[in-house]
């Protein structure tokens, strides 16, 4: 019986978490009205965001919300394109084509800005969310005091030390 008990508590588990590990996550980056008038970067607001966190595998879709043209380029406008990725031109907001996405599958800081309107800057910050999470969960469980137990032992009989573990 103690058996089943477990394997069902793991079954139960593995369900509630299987889902989310094939789950792909998409952010939205706008080019905002406007974007193509200088003055957008003094208040930070020709990317929302400007600067957007993702996990390592994230698409992220740029889409033109202006009455003009822009470009995704990487890099900066004082050194140029890395080479990472460009989108192009992207279509004004009432075209077909006003969105480029990017699929990002290493983590790294990746700043972009568009070709025509360079003060039209942001950045793509890209994390190994897995690894940070198992990282901080290594070091909290080695700051831990001594015989933290088995936590499926302690819901199934109430504790780790119960004869039938």
Not at 8 to 25: M, R, T, W
Not at 38 to 49: A, F, I, K, R
Not at 75 to 93: A, W
Not at 133 to 149: A, L, R
């Amino acid at each position: 019986m103690s058996n089943s008990v477990i394997l069902a508590l793991i079954g139960l588990i593995s369900i509630v978490l299987l889902p989310n590990s094939f789950a792909e996550n998409e952010s939205t980056v706008l080019m905002n009205y406007n974007t193509d008038l200088p003055g957008c970067e003094t208040t930070d607001s020709c990317m929302s965001p400007s600067v957007l966190k993702v996990d390592v595998g994230s698409i992220v879709n740029f889409v033109n919300e202006d009455a003009v043209m822009h470009t995704i380029t990487s890099g900066s406008p004082y050194d140029g394109p890395s080479g990472d990725f460009d989108s192009g031109l992207i279509g004004i907001v009432t075209s077909d084509n006003n969105t480029f996405s990017k699929k990002f599958y290493e983590s790294g800081t990746y700043n972009y800005f568009c070709m025509i309107h360079p003060w039209a800057t942001g950045m793509i910050i890209v994390e190994d969310i897995e690894a940070s999470s198992s990282n901080e969960s290594k070091i909290s469980q080695s700051s831990e005091s001594e015989g933290g137990g088995c936590l499926i032992a302690t819901a199934a009989y109430g504790s780790e030390m119960a004869p039938q573990v």
